[in-house]
């Protein structure tokens, strides 16, 4: 006779892929729990303050696409994407970043990083290379290691990434198993260090692509918010032949995440193979979300929403710059992002941030130690702080606090 759960059997053992093996749990994924506790201040997430969603143009969007669309908003959808919101899509990178497309070279995502996890698996085999900056955008690392890939971290400045020593591990590569499938860069307020790629290395880039046959993979989610600097061309706008760059973008920064819309631009041969894939992982994102970013393209709403984005978040980047300067160690050093969210300061080498990090909750700070954006275990001695999430007096509290914490331990090291 069957007795449900308190069967006394063999307990089951689950046989998973070696793939998982290469898959690790995200720090920042794990820092959230501790969010909620009371007065915590978290410069640990990538999110987006919530006074930038445009509450009132979406519910208006929402109830127009429910009125009007509703049977097919709510239906399932193309794989490719809704073809309005492709439309739109193309029209924006055209007006954004010079980016000329056709629909059938546009692909919508549950979110960019569905399209970057969709680009290793079609790029990577096991050990394939990809050639990444160091330090790199951790749900980029999650994605190719989900794929087996082997990561070549290349190192970074100021100026971003260094395209001559792009150069050398191309030419120390070449004939080699590891030879990279693709180059990916994010040029604009890199995440984690908010450096800026310089047009001249955007373009040496570029040449590599072509020269070499590997791709690059631009990754552009925090293009719109620009506090100061010039505005630099996109590679994919540079690229005349339109075949060495696929570009991702996202509009979780300039409208809201929670609707997980992103989209990846890429020539047809490279679409088709994400449409394929895409069939076996979601058979489309949301239809729903899909309707509503087409109407906030459509009725223009993303246009007057960025530049209000852009005030609050560089005002944030300002009480944020000047709380380092003045509470933060002198050994320390911090980048100046001209936008983006973030700013990776880098502490004395003795000072590991990654064991620091418990120390520092407990005194209610969180970040994200550079190892977590490390595919090589260097970094020790760096952390991420996001600026656009918390109050700005929350800032230079949190701020004061971190420091404290950083004294606090490099004393102790001193000591032993």
């Known amino acids: 006779m069957y007795s449900g759960h308190n069967h006394p059997g063999i307990p089951m053992k689950y046989k998973f892929s070696e ?33 930038t969603f445009p509450m009132q143009d979406l519910k208006e969007i929402v109830d127009d696409v429910l009125d009007v669309s509703g049977k097919y908003a709510l239906q399932y959808g193309n794989t490719g ?13 055209m007006k954004t970043e010079g980016i000329k497309s056709e629909e059938n070279e546009i692909i919508v995502t549950s979110g960019s990083q569905q399209g970057l996890y969709e680009l290793g698996k ?66 604009n307020y890199q995440n984690p260090t908010g450096h800026t790629l310089n047009l001249d290395r955007r373009k040496h880039l570029l040449e590599l692509s072509e020269k070499y046959q590997v791709p690059i993979v631009e990754d552009n989610p925090y293009g719109e918010l620009r506090y100061s600097g010039k505005k630099l061309p996109s590679i994919k706008s540079l690229d005349k032949t339109g075949e060495n ?24 041969a490279v679409i088709s193979k994400l449409n394929l894939l895409k069939q076996a992982l979601d058979l489309s994102s949301s239809t729903f979300s899909q309707y509503v970013a087409a109407e906030y393209l459509k009725r223009g709403v993303i246009y007057r929403q960025v530049p209000k984005t852009v005030e609050l978040y560089s005002k944030k980047r300002n009480v944020m710059l000047n709380a380092l300067e003045e509470h933060f160690p002198k050994d320390s050093t911090w980048s100046k ?10 502490l004395d080498k003795k000072i590991n941030t990654n064991q620091m990090l418990k120390t520092s909750i407990e005194n209610g700070v969180g970040y994200v130690s550079g190892l977590a954006f490390s595919p090589d275990g260097s970094h020790t001695s760096s952390m991420r702080l996001n600026f656009t999430f918390s109050e700005e007096e929350e800032i230079v509290r949190g701020i004061k606090k971190l420091s404290n914490t950083i004294k606090n331990v490099a004393t102790g090291i001193t000591a032993t």
Do not use: H, Q
């Open 245 to 268: 760059v696929i570009y991702l973008g996202t509009f979780s920064k300039v409208m809201c995440p929670g609707l997980r819309i992103g989209y990846t631009v890429a020539p047809e």
């Open 81 to 93: 994407g809704l073809p309005e919101l492709r439309t739109e899509i193309s029209k924006m990178v």
């Open 337 to 346: 992002p001209d936008g983006g969210m973030f700013i990776w300061a880098t």
């Open 122 to 187: 079609i790029f990577l085999n096991r050990s394939d290379g990809v050639i990444v900056e160091s330090p790199t955008y951790v749900g980029a690392i999650s994605a190719f290691n989900a794929n087996a890939g082997k990561m070549i971290p290349v190192e970074m400045d100021s100026e971003g990434i260094i395209s001559d020593k792009v150069e050398e591990k191309l030419k120390s590569l070449t004939g080699r198993p590891e030879f990279p499938r693709f180059i990916y860069v994010i040029p």
């Open 19 to 51: 793939m998982l093996g290469y898959m690790k749990p995200s720090e920042i994924r794990e820092l959230l729990k501790y969010a909620s506790m009371p007065d915590f201040i978290s410069f640990g997430g990538g999110m987006p303050n919530p006074l």
